[in-house]
């Protein structure tokens, strides 16, 4: 029986979201050596749940599958302090292509060659977009500008400028 091409193509993201979520998955869980167990059975779930979201398209199993790696990221230095990780921006770009990945699977409309095309490119620069983002809010976060209220403050606006972009950018 020949698989149609919608079930192709939503088979196609489904596994690319699931390979991407394993490999962030054991990225965050083989960072150190006491933490790897933990970690390990978190990323199981996570893919678990995400294998599951795209049998059911659900969009609530997936968000439970990226909050779950992303909470393996951010304990791996809690069970092991000398877990060298692997950097934020790009763990934060792994974790927005697993979501896309997934929801993108959800599709029901007939696949077109172009609409695909430009779907991936869109894809691509809102990765690339979210990783240099990433990779200056870490610079800028490392810098030692001294200390004070009116910096703190400065600090706190461009934080709260930064979650209004990235809210307006997701509508």
Known sequence: MATSRPARRRLALGTAAT?????????AALA????AAPLLAGGALACTLL????????TLLVGYAVAI???????APLLDRDAPLVPAPAYGVGLLLVAELALWSFERSPPSTGGDRRRAATLASLAAGALALGILLVGVAQLDA???LVLSLVGLAA???VLLLAAR???
């Open 146 to 148: 001294g200390g004070g």
């Open 19 to 27: 390979v991407l979520s394993a490999v962030l998955a054991t990225a």
């Open 51 to 58: 294998v599951l979201a795209v049998a059911r398209r659900s």
């Open 32 to 35: 150190g050596d006491r933490s």
């Open 169 to 171: 950018l997701a509508r």
């Open 69 to 75: 790696l992303g909470a393996g990221y951010a304990a």
């Open 159 to 161: 934080a709260a400028g």
